[in-house]
Structure formats: structure tokens, C-alpha cells
Nanobody
Framework: QVQLVESGGGLVQPGGSLRLSCAASGSFLDTNRMGWYRQVPGKTREWVTTITSGGRTTYATSVEGRFTISRDNAKHTVYLQMNSLNSEDTAVYYC??????????????WGQGTQVTVSS
């Protein structure tokens, strides 16, 4: 019943910005860690950033200083503000979250992904 739905991807020129959103919906009790990954053809999925339920953030070196993760617990939503984008940021971006289901069990969920393309 739990779904993570990403939005906000698209085409942007180098140096531009995008803001991704990922909203959790369905029947669940709580979310804990939330984060973003990305993947390009021929490469493994890469961790980008993570935010805890308390707002503590960590970033991959490749995006440190350019990307900012945030969350709105009331809306069950995590965001990724991406600035100074370059061609190496082109990928499908996936959000994920540790979700406590109605059973009380914790389960990791993944979104379907949203395409980000950085090109002139």
C-alpha cells in the first residue's frame, strides 16, 4: 500500500537548477531515513544523499555543495534541490525511504524514478 512518487525531473541546461520531490502515500505509520539515488545506463545505482528523520544530512562527494536534501515530515515528502548541474548529473533519480508499516515492521521502499537530463 505504500508508494513513493517522484516528480520534478526534466531537461535543464548546464549550470541550471531543478528541484525534485518524492512523496510517500498509502498506509504507514512513520518514515525514518529518506534519500536519493541515481543511475545512468551501464552504471550501477549511485547513492546521492540521505536525510534522517531528525534532519541530519549526508552527501556524496560528487554533489556536496551543489545539492541540498530536505524533508517535510507533515507531508511525508523529501526534496532534492539541485544547483550548478552538469552533464555528469544526467541520470534517473530514485528516492527511497525506510517506512514503518501498519504492522510495525520496517520496509525499504523505492520510487519509480524521474529523469534528469542536463544538456545544452
Amino acid at each position: 500500500q505504500v508508494q513513493l512518487v517522484e516528480s520534478g525531473g526534466g531537461l535543464v541546461q548546464p549550470g541550471g537548477s531543478l528541484r525534485l520531490s518524492c512523496a510517500a502515500s498509502g498506509s504507514f505509520l512513520d518514515t525514518n531515513r529518506m534519500g536519493w539515488y541515481r543511475q545512468v545506463p551501464g552504471k550501477t545505482r549511485e547513492w546521492v544523499t540521505t536525510i534522517t528523520s531528525g534532519g541530519r544530512t549526508t552527501y556524496a562527494t560528487s554533489v556536496e555543495g551543489r545539492f541540498t536534501i530536505s524533508r517535510d515530515n507533515a507531508k511525508h515528502t523529501v526534496y532534492l534541490q539541485m544547483n550548478s548541474l552538469n552533464s555528469e548529473d544526467t541520470a534517473v533519480y530514485y528516492c527511497n525511504a525506510d517506512v514503518r508499516e501498519r504492522t510495525g515492521w520496517w520496509q525499504e521502499y523505492w520510487g519509480q524514478g524521474t529523469q534528469v537530463t542536463v544538456s545544452s
